[in-house]
C-alpha cells in the first residue's frame, strides 16, 4: 500500500520509511506542509502518516482543510503533545489515530493496520471474503484447509483488492500503489503477480477477474 509520510526530523523519517518498506509499502515523505499538500493533490494514498509541528505550519490545519474537501483518506498524527484536550482535538479535526513521540514502531504498524481494518469494516487482523482467508499481519491465506505464505508484493496486492472487492483496479494504478516512482515498472509486473495470485486462489471461489480495457478486480460471491 502507498503511505504518505509527513515528517521533518529526517533521521526520523527515514526510519519509519526504511520500516514500512520492510514490509512491503510503498512511502512518500514530504518534510513540509507545502510538499504534503503538492503529494494528496496528485497521488491517491492508502493512509497518511502526519507530524504537527513543520516548518512552514501546524499539522493540524493540513488535516482540517482535507477533511474540509471530503477527503477520507485515514490519517495517523504523529504528536509529541501528550495532553488529554490536544488528543481529543485532533481526533475532533478527523485523525483516525495518533501517537505520541516517541513510540515504538511495532505499535505504530499495529495502528496503522488497525485504522485501516476499521475504514474497511473489519474488527480483526483476518478478513474473511466466501471462503478466502485473508490475514495481513502474518501474510498468508487460507483457503480449503491449507494456508499459503505470500510474498511482500503478493501480499500487498491482495490486500489492496480485498480491501475494496468488487472494485476495478487498472494496472497504472496498482503500479503506483505498489512500487516507488523512482522504480522503471510496466504493467507486465503487474500482470506477472495477478497470475500468482490466481494459481493461490485457484480453490477459493474467490477470483481476481480481467474487466477488459479497465483492469482488475476481486470478484466475490
Request: contains cysteine; glycine residues 4%.
Amino acid at each position: 500500500m502507498r503511505y504518505l509520510l509527513v515528517e521533518d526530523n529526517m533521521q526520523l523519517a527515514s526510519a519509519i520509511a526504511e520500516r514500512l518498506q520492510v514490509a512491503g509499502h510503498v512511502i512518500d515523505h514530504a518534510a513540509d506542509l507545502a510538499s504534503a499538500a503538492a503529494f494528496v493533490r496528485v497521488v491517491e494514498y492508502d493512509l497518511i502518516l502526519l507530524d504537527i509541528m513543520l516548518p512552514d505550519g501546524d499539522g493540524r490545519q493540513f488535516l482540517e482543510q482535507h477533511r474540509a474537501r471530503y477527503i477520507d483518506t485515514p490519517v495517523v498524527v504523529l504528536t509529541a503533545r501528550s495532553e488529554v484536550s490536544d488528543r481529543v482535538r485532533l481526533l475532533d479535526l478527523g485523525a483516525d489515530d495518533y501517537l505520541v513521540k516517541p513510540f515504538d514502531f511495532s505499535e505504530l504498524e499495529a495502528r496503522c493496520r488497525a485504522v485501516l481494518r476499521r475504514r474497511s469494516g473489519g474488527t480483526s487482523n483476518t478478513i474473511q471474503l466466501g471462503d478466502l482467508f485473508f490475514d495481513a499481519l502474518t501474510g498468508t491465506i487460507t483457503v480449503a484447509e491449507s494456508t499459503i505464505t505470500l510474498r511482500n508484493k503478493e501480499l500487498r496486492l491482495l490486500e489492496i483488492l480485498v480491501c475494496a472487492p468488487n472494485q476495478i483496479f487498472s494496472k497504472e494504478k496498482l503500479i503506483d500503489r505498489l512500487f516507488p516512482y523512482n522504480e522503471d515498472v510496466s504493467t507486465n509486473a503487474i500482470e506477472v503477480y495477478i497470475a500468482r495470485l490466481r494459481k493461490h486462489l485457484q480453490e477459493s471461489s474467490v477470483n481476481i477477474v480481467t474487466v477488459r480495457g479497465l483492469g482488475y478486480k476481486l470478484a466475490v460471491p
